[in-house]
């Protein structure tokens, strides 16, 4: 039996930027796994509200820093819905310190879900994705800023913009396109919170457009790696950041 339609999993998908990555996926006709470590609550509410729309959408509880996970996060996807045909790792920390003062636990947290995650979630789907299909990853514009405090950040960022070319070229064959996008400030709650108006505007002042990113501009972005026009971009880094870097 032929499917509807084709299936995406976004990672780290029940608020800010995936969330918005999800409603776009959906509204371009996917079905869309909803991946969250913690918050039920706001996932159940997205799915809710894609369903209410007339999508397919459904919630899966899974840390992409586990392989078990990963694994289980795959096997229901298929099971209730069908073989996937677009990743996206959304999931990502963000924590900045100097280096000298950064813990053990906090380099082993930020590589855990920003590289390893990435690792786990391609791996399963070099085995499972659908010819044909899309991944894109998420890197950062910080990674050309340089800023005090990114270190740890930028070198996990830096491990995924790695492994996309190669990936890409490593899926000859099956006509899988790899890319990643890399956004710059995007105005986000995750962003916005602590920050005072002042740096906020700050931020807001350094892209030649003057302005901060919005989640719709990363979605749009997002939306065309996954779809058929982008199918002659592959193993790229596509920093969509208004000019900044």
Partial sequence: ??????????????????????????????????????????????????MGQGHD??????????????????????????????????????KTTPLVDTSDELFEQTFAVNTRGVFNTLREAGRRLNDGGRIINFSTTALALSLPGYAIYNASKAAVEAMTPVFAKELRG??????AVAPGPVATELF?????E???QHFASLPPLQRLGQPDDIASVVAFLAGPDAGWVNGQVLRANGGLA
């Avoid at 299936?7 to 969330?19: K, L």
């Avoid at 909803?34 to 509200?49: G, R």
């Avoid at 099956?174 to 890319?179: A, K, P, Q």
């Fill in 1 to 50: 039996m032929t499917r509807p339609r084709k299936v995406a999993i976004v990672t780290g998908a029940s608020r800010g930027i995936g969330a918005q990555i999800a409603r776009r996926l959906a509204a371009d006709g996917f079905a869309v796994v909803i991946n969250y470590a913690h918050s039920a609550d706001e996932a159940d509410t997205l799915v809710a509200e894609l």
């Fill in 57 to 94: 959408a459904i919630a899966i509880k899974a840390d992409v820093a586990s392989t078990a996970d990963v694994r289980r996060l795959f096997d229901a996807t298929e099971h209730h819905l069908g073989q996937v045909d677009v990743l996206v790792n959304n999931a990502g920390i963000l």
């Fill in 174 to 179: 099956r006509s899988i396109t790899v890319n």
């Fill in 192 to 196: 916005l919170n602590g920050k005072t």
């Fill in 198 to 200: 002042e740096q906020i």
